[in-house]
């Protein structure tokens, strides 16, 4: 793939890098040419100097034979004209940007550009390290509306359906880990002891999700 990288900041270049190791064809746009001296000597991609909604500058990057576009520069309004400029003008069907307004990230996410809201993820990242909630959040989506936590179940499940569990809860399972191995689960899973269990919430139910599973369940074994 080539793809095109606006914004030569630590996100930027650190993309950058990361996307050459993989086999990938990189360039990388920014206004200031000094941003580039983050990339290092070893980086072996086209850098170009200019904004990155200029079509122009664009088109010296290759966006015309892009495969993605990511854009993540310090500036929302940039982003998403560049991102918006990529996908409709140049076609490249791959666009993700920066943007660190929640608010306006939920606009463009329902415009089709999915957008990492920086500000809000990483907040919420950090309340989740200082102030535990009685669970152990194992991942949240960059918009920080999904997570999948760790649910600890009453002994009095064990030997039921794992649906049965989901079914009281009201959320699914995105895996389970028995005898130290990931298992994706299947409907005929049945909880055996020492099973950890790992399910999909939104924030609204998570504390319900963890109490419901931590007490027997209705009707005892």
């Known amino acids: 793939m080539h793809v095109v990288i606006m914004g030569c900041g630590r996100v930027g270049s650190t993309l950058a890098h990361t996307l050459e190791e993989r086999g990938h064809s990189v360039s990388v ?15 072996g991609g086209i850098t170009v ?7 122009e500058v664009l088109r010296d990057a290759g966006i015309e034979r ?3 576009f990511a854009a993540v520069s310090s500036g929302d309004n940039s982003n998403i ?10 076609g490249v069907t791959r666009v993700a940007a920066r943007i660190y307004d929640q608010k306006r990230a939920e606009v ?11 500000v809000r993820w990483t907040a919420d990242r950090m ?36 649906r049965s569990v989901e079914d009281a809860v009201g959320a699914r399972t995105a895996y389970l880990m028995r005898f130290g191995i990931g298992t994706l689960p299947t409907a005929s899973t049945v909880i055996q ?25 209705e009707g005892g074994h």
């Open 49 to 55: 100097a200019g904004v990155g909604f200029d079509r």
């Open 81 to 90: 004209i560049s991102a918006r400029l990529a996908r409709e003008t140049f």
């Open 193 to 217: 002891e020492g099973d950890q269990l790992f399910m999909l919430v939104t924030d609204d139910i998570a504390r319900s999700v963890t109490d419901v599973a931590a007490a027997a369940p």
């Open 127 to 162: 309340i989740r390290h200082l102030i535990p909630e009685g669970h152990v959040e194992i991942f949240r989506d960059p918009t920080s509306t999904v997570s999948i936590i760790e649910v600890p179940v009453h002994k009095d499940w064990i030997g039921r359906l794992l």
């Open 29 to 43: 746009i920014d206004q200031n040419p000094d941003a580039f001296r983050r990339l290092g000597p070893e980086f």
């Open 108 to 118: 463009y996410e329902r415009l089709g550009i999915p957008t990492v809201a920086t």
């Open 66 to 68: 892009a495969d993605a």
